[in-house]
Each structure stands twice: as C-alpha cells, then as structure tokens.
C-alpha cells in the first residue's frame, strides 16, 4: 500500500486503489471495517521532495452507540487534501532560551495542520487512510440522533421496549443538601 514517490512524474499520478479491509491493523480501535477502503485521487509534486494528494476515501464502518451500546453502520466518505513532506523537515520546535525564542508557543496554520510526512521516498496510503478515518468518527457515536439509551436501573434497551423501573426522582448528589433543608 505504498507509493513510490521517485516514479510519480512532474503532471502527477492518480490514485486509485481498492484497499482490503483485512490489512488494517485495527487493534485498539473503535470501530470496524465493514468492506474494502475506496482510495481515489491524485498526487503531484509542488516542488522538490514535497507533494500533495487530494481525492477521496470512502468505506462502510461499523461502530458502537454510546448511550445504548448496539453496534450500527455507517458511512465513512472523507475528502482529501495532504501536503507530503520529507520526514527530515519534521523538524522539533526551536528553543533559544538566551533570546527568550519558544517555537512551540505558536499555534499551527492550517497548511501545518494538514501536513503528513513521507520516508524512504515513498508513501504509506494505509497509514493515511487509516488516520483519515480515526479523524472522521464523531467523538460521541450514535445508533440515531434520538436514541434514547439504556435503563440505569435495569439496563434494558429504551429503543427496543420500555421498562417498569421507577425513574430516579432526583440526583443523588444532592443527597446530603436535601437532609439539611428537611426533605
């Protein structure tokens, strides 16, 4: 799954490839592929050792629900738009402590942002597509925007049936405030 950046000519090169799903290393991840990994696009030298990619990836993912905890499908569609840098220009944050200069205080431009950093003349388009996908999931899944969870008592699915447990009438952390006004 690599692309060797000494044979991509000065017009550039497209990209097109079917990556399987079985050769991701998935382990420690919150999702799952469900098919093959789209990769189309292109890729073309700006200037000399750097490159830039833009197209699209697209596959189906299947994720967990955070409030009811049901797996479910979903589309992941990204569009793609990297600059490729040498690994050599990922250079550490200068630091001259004599002039007062602290690099690392800066914020990140948005063409920072979206730099990747290639090695050994060649590109991992797994390695890529993989953080393309980790940086597409929502921070907080849901099976439908309103799931309505599980039964902190019993547990059983709200979605699916409703329960006989009695709710909650108040927070228990206000416990302890209820007592001195005499509740």
Not at 119 to 139: A, K, N, T
Not at 142 to 148: E, G, K, S, T
Request: proline share 8%; hydrophobic share 35%.
């Amino acid at each position: 799954m690599f692309v060797d950046l000494q044979k991509v000519p000065p017009e550039g090169q497209p990209i097109d490839r079917m990556l399987p799903r079985g050769s991701f290393d998935l382990a420690g991840e919150d999702f799952r592929l469900l098919e093959d990994v789209t990769l189309q696009g292109r890729l073309v030298p700006v200037e000399p050792g750097v490159f830039r990619l833009t197209g699209g990836l697209a596959s189906r993912i299947g994720l967990t629900c955070v409030r009811c905890l049901e797996t479910f499908e979903t589309r992941a569609e990204e569009k793609l738009d990297l600059l490729y840098l040498p690994q050599s220009a990922n250079a550490p944050p200068l630091v001259d402590e004599e002039k007062g200069i602290r690099d690392f205080d800066r914020g990140l431009s948005s063409e920072e942002l979206a730099a990747a950093f290639y090695r050994d003349d060649r590109i991992d388009l797994g390695q890529m597509v993989l953080e393309q996908i980790v940086l597409s999931l929502p921070m907080k899944p849901l099976c439908r925007p309103d799931c309505r969870g599980l039964c902190p008592e019993c547990g059983a699915n709200h979605n699916r049936s409703d329960c006989d447990c009695s709710p909650e009438e108040s927070d228990p952390r206000w416990a302890a405030l209820k007592t001195l006004l005499g509740h």
